[in-house]
């Protein structure tokens, strides 16, 4: 409408006033309601045409977008195990920081299983003193033996060298049974020497190893205590938190509620803009947006990025070939914008971009033609500006009349 209004003021009114005040023709005489269309024929041809290409270059070098909102992902509160709650620290709506406990869960089966492991490190230290003891008692067993063993060998030393000097002064017999008792002593030595080295293996290796199993188990322990108390992953807010003391949540079912990551929702627009215009749409570029959240207020952007792949060609194989004639609905562009200035934005917005030709036209490479024709694009701008004041304006109108409150 607007278009239609300024166009009208350059064709049908200049056509009309030639009428008037040229021709002479008078309203309501010769220039009548049936006569219109004869009379200012040219001007009204005019008009259109000159509204059609005015509304065109406008919404292709100044493209608008009535479907821009804030999109971010939440985080779901869900506990690693499934466990019926036993605390609730937060209620429906509050904010947290990174680590804050939000609910735990009944931990009495995690709290046996960590008692448990520390009990069984415990008992692996009492054999480990108790190991230690025994190499002790191991090193007296061999220094009695070793001396029990000396004592026999020289024994039968003696004997034999009284034998060898006055043979049979010294029964054999006996000689032999000192050769039998010096042979067993020398096995109590190796059998004592058997037992330290064992208590000695068990000290260094095999206490060691039992006390790492234990530690680790009593480390699997903890992790699965912790795992009781459910923790904000990120700093922000939860939303919708319902839950209560005896609740049982399970991961597979449902989320325990949602929290907002700070700052989610508040950094940046997306909008979708018609294919059409995907080759005037650049980073860089200026942008404006008007938001149901933040009535008559425009808030001045700048397109940060361009998706350069459309999602309406997005497709999951399966068992059925594709068929091209089931997308009859064109994708968009999808454009992010971000504020130039600190502001809230709202969830649902209308954003026009704008094309600027300044740079292009004070290079001076272009002929005068091209620089007009430039000049003539960035100037129709300020009708599509006009148009999102208007529609800034009308918002809380639309909605809280017009939508049937």
């Given at each position: ?46 008009c ?9 270059l ?22 690693e ?16 920081a ?17 008692e ?48 060898r ?5 010294v ?6 049974k ?24 068990r ?12 530690q ?20 922000g807010?939860?939303?919708?938190f ?18 907002i990551?700070e ?6 627009l ?6 059409i ?16 959240s ?47 200035y ?54 809380p ?9």
């Open positions: 409408m607007l278009e239609l209004m300024i166009c009208s003021m350059l064709t049908i009114l200049p056509d009309y006033l030639y009428r008037r005040l040229v021709q002479g023709k008078r309203l309501g005489k010769e220039i009548t309601f049936f006569s219109v269309w004869f009379e200012l024929r040219w001007g009204i041809v005019s259109l045409m000159l509204t059609i290409s005015l509304i065109t406008i919404f292709y070098f100044h493209p608008s977008s009535n479907t821009a909102t804030l999109f971010f992902s939440t985080v779901p509160i869900l506990p195990s499934s466990g019926r709650v036993a605390e609730v620290r937060l209620d429906f709506s509050a904010p947290v990174k680590g804050d406990v939000i609910f735990k869960l009944d931990s009495s089966k995690q709290e046996a299983a960590l448990t492991a520390r009990r069984k490190i415990a008992e692996v230290d009492a054999a480990l003193l108790a190991a230690e003891t025994d190499i002790l008692k191991a090193e007296g067993q061999i220094q009695e033996a070793k001396s029990a063993h000396q004592q026999a060998v020289d024994e039968l030393e003696v004997k034999s060298d009284l034998q000097r006055n043979p049979g002064i029964p054999q017999r006996d000689i032999e000192l050769q039998v008792l010096v042979n067993g002593r020398q096995g109590t030595l190796d059998a004592a020497n058997a037992t330290k080295q064992s208590a000695v293996l000290v260094s290796t095999l206490l060691p190893a039992e006390k790492a199993s234990a680790a188990a009593l480390d699997q322990a903890q992790v699965d205590y912790d795992k009781t108390f459910v923790r904000a992953g990120v700093a807010r939860v939303e919708q319902l839950l209560r003391v005896g609740d049982v949540v399970n991961p597979m079912i449902r989320s325990a509620g949602i929290l990551p700052g989610a929702g508040q950094r940046g997306q909008a979708g803009f018609g294919q215009e995907a080759q005037v749409l650049k980073p860089g570029m200026i942008a404006e947006a008007a938001c149901m933040k009535p008559w207020t425009i808030i001045p952007m700048v397109v940060t990025s361009v998706q350069d792949y459309i999602a309406a060609g997005q497709f999951r194989g399966g068992e059925q070939l594709i068929e091209a004639e089931n997308a009859a609905r064109p994708g968009t562009i999808l454009v992010f914008l971000e504020p130039l600190q502001g809230g934005l709202g969830s649902s917005c209308i954003v026009n971009a704008y094309t600027s030709n300044h740079e292009l036209i004070s290079s001076g490479k272009l002929s005068a033609a091209k620089s007009f024709g430039l000049h003539a694009v960035d100037a129709v701008g300020l009708v599509h500006a006009l148009l999102l004041r208007i529609q800034a304006l009308l918002l109108i639309k909605t809280l009349v017009m939508s049937g409150h």
